[in-house]
């Protein structure tokens, strides 16, 4: 007997479940029919797969490697099928596309707009994920594109630079400091409290370095995982937090305080799998970031997308 798709696709399951009765549940099968399956496929490659003997069931060493292949496998007919439906006249086809935080306040809807509005045809899925795991999905093939920082990368994402994103110290009306227009020395950073992007996520890391870079130790109060959450926090407090320049300039209640020295700027990406499959949706879309997303964030104003 040879091994079948389903065969691979139970063998994971198994594995990522580390339980018959999970991995049942999840595949919509009987137990037994489960275990009637992997015996099968153990039997055909000669090899104990899973190792069924402690309280969770977990992949031998030969399960460990043939599971390396099985998923492999699995990615590239995966990506197999979406190459066959993928029609190059961009009349219809699938995009999936993963953002840091930040910019979903202020890039990712006036660049999904403007797609939607030249190809519609085209189904968009967006996720809001950190850097690490835009990385992650992608070379899972999980996602398409990803639109994260530049820096160093993990082995398989190539990244294309987009623009550069500024970024300063923001109140709101509340604030002491809210319309001050004679730069904050750094150190004075201490006296204040401040609401910040959790220590998931590459602005909040950016803004560690900084702080301790120039031995500064501001109390931080407020840790959240959306930028929405942190604007809607500092436009009602006496909070400070730290921002693009591109989402504080949109936000009416909000203001900048300038700092010296000013915090420094970093480099905007678009990242994809090298190698995959690139499909015609996935181009179009990377011509439109490359073209429509400009250096000062975001979308040119003088030349609206579209």
Do not use: C, W
């Given at each position: 007997?040879?091994?079948?798709l389903?065969h691979?696709?139970?063998?994971?399951?198994?594995?990522?479940q580390?339980?018959f009765t999970?991995?049942?549940?999840?595949?919509?099968i009987a137990?037994?029919t489960l275990?009637?399956?992997?015996?099968q496929l153990?039997?055909?490659?000669g090899a104990?797969?899973?190792?069924?003997?402690?309280?969770?069931?977990r992949?031998t060493?030969a399960g460990?490697?043939?599971a390396?292949?099985?998923?492999?496998?699995l990615?590239?007919?995966?990506?197999g099928?979406?190459?066959?439906l993928?029609?190059?006249?961009l009349?219809?086809g699938?995009?999936?596309?993963?953002?840091?935080?930040?910019?979903?306040?202020?890039?990712?809807g006036?660049?999904?707009?403007?797609?939607?509005?030249?190809?519609?045809?085209?189904t968009?899925?967006v996720?809001e994920?950190?850097?690490?795991r835009?990385?992650?999905?992608?070379?899972?093939?999980?996602?398409?594109?990803?639109?994260?920082?530049?820096g160093?990368?993990?082995?398989?994402?190539?990244?294309?630079?987009?623009?550069?994103?500024?970024l300063g110290?923001?109140?709101?009306?509340a604030?002491?400091?809210?319309?001050?227009?004679?730069?904050?020395?750094?150190d004075?950073?201490?006296?204040h409290q401040?609401?910040l992007?959790s220590?998931?996520f590459?602005?909040?890391?950016?803004?560690?370095?900084?702080?301790?870079e120039?031995?500064?130790?501001?109390?931080?109060?407020v840790e959240?995982n959306?930028v929405?959450a942190?604007t809607?926090i500092?436009?009602r407090?006496a909070?400070?937090?730290v921002?693009?320049d591109?989402?504080?300039r949109?936000?009416p209640?909000?203001t900048p305080?300038p700092l010296?020295p000013a915090?420094?700027s970093r480099g905007?990406a678009?990242?994809r799998?090298?190698?995959?499959?690139?499909?015609?949706?996935?181009?179009?879309f990377a011509?439109?970031?490359a073209t429509e997303?400009v250096?000062?964030?975001g979308?040119d104003?003088?030349?609206?997308?579209?």
């Amino acid at each position: 007997m040879q091994p079948e798709l389903r065969h691979l696709r139970y063998l994971l399951a198994v594995a990522e479940q580390a339980s018959f009765t999970r991995a049942a549940e999840e595949l919509r099968i009987a137990q037994p029919t489960l275990s009637q399956q992997i015996k099968q496929l153990e039997k055909a490659l000669g090899a104990q797969l899973l190792d069924r003997t402690g309280r969770t069931v977990r992949l031998t060493d030969a399960g460990e490697t043939y599971a390396r292949y099985a998923r492999r496998a699995l990615r590239d007919l995966a990506a197999g099928e979406r190459a066959v439906l993928d029609v190059r006249d961009l009349s219809r086809g699938h995009l999936r596309l993963a953002v840091t935080p930040t910019f979903t306040a202020y890039l990712t809807g006036p660049l999904v707009a403007a797609f939607h509005t030249r190809h519609p045809g085209i189904t968009v899925e967006v996720r809001e994920l950190t850097q690490d795991r835009i990385e992650a999905e992608l070379l899972a093939d999980r996602v398409d594109l990803g639109i994260a920082f530049e820096g160093v990368h993990l082995a398989g994402v190539e990244a294309t630079g987009l623009f550069t994103e500024t970024l300063g110290l923001v109140v709101g009306p509340a604030h002491p400091h809210a319309g001050r227009t004679e730069p904050l020395p750094v150190d004075e950073l201490t006296d204040h409290q401040l609401a910040l992007l959790s220590g998931d996520f590459a602005t909040r890391r950016h803004v560690d370095t900084y702080v301790t870079e120039h031995r500064v130790a501001p109390r931080i109060v407020v840790e959240a995982n959306s930028v929405s959450a942190l604007t809607e926090i500092v436009r009602r407090t006496a909070l400070a937090t730290v921002l693009p320049d591109a989402v504080t300039r949109d936000h009416p209640h909000l203001t900048p305080v300038p700092l010296s020295p000013a915090l420094p700027s970093r480099g905007v990406a678009l990242l994809r799998r090298t190698g995959g499959h690139r499909s015609a949706a996935a181009e179009a879309f990377a011509e439109l970031a490359a073209t429509e997303a400009v250096p000062g964030g975001g979308p040119d104003r003088d030349h609206p997308i579209g």
